[in-house]
């Protein structure tokens, strides 16, 4: 069993940065791809980004592309996403997922294991 725990979120200004961390256990890092989603009220869930190994990365909206970083730690099993310059409509849920094997994850249904989320509010 794999287990993913988020931290990092909280209630921050527009324009603020955050970095979000996922921390994993349970299973080798290194053998899944990893990625952020996000859920805003009364909103479905949607993709952010995924990595799979270092360097190798794509992203969701293009509104994220240019602020959003996902990177990774194999030494510490951990998953990160910086996010600069925050924006109102980032307000959501944020979950980290995981997926078993060298392909991202970009739907909902590739995902093998869910963290619990970790909330971003971003006032104006």
């Known amino acids: 069993q794999v287990q993913l725990v988020e931290s990092g979120g909280g209630l921050v200004q527009a324009g603020d940065s955050l970095r979000l961390s996922c921390t994993v256990s349970?299973?080798?890092?290194?053998?899944?791809?990893m990625g952020w989603f996000r859920q805003a009220p009364g909103k479905e869930r949607e993709f952010v980004a995924s990595i799979r190994y270092i360097g190798d990365t794509t992203y969701g909206a293009d509104s994220v592309k240019d602020r959003f970083t996902i990177s990774r730690n194999d030494a510490q099993s951990t998953l990160y996403l910086l996010m600069n310059n925050l924006k109102p409509e980032d307000t959501a849920v944020y979950y980290c997922?995981?997926?078993?094997?060298?392909?991202?994850?970009?739907?909902?249904?590739?995902?093998?294991?869910w963290g619990q989320g970790t909330q971003v509010t971003v006032s104006s």
């Open positions: 349970g299973r080798t890092f290194s053998l899944y791809a």
């Open positions: 997922a995981a997926r078993y094997g060298a392909r991202h994850v970009i739907s909902q249904k590739d995902v093998d294991y």
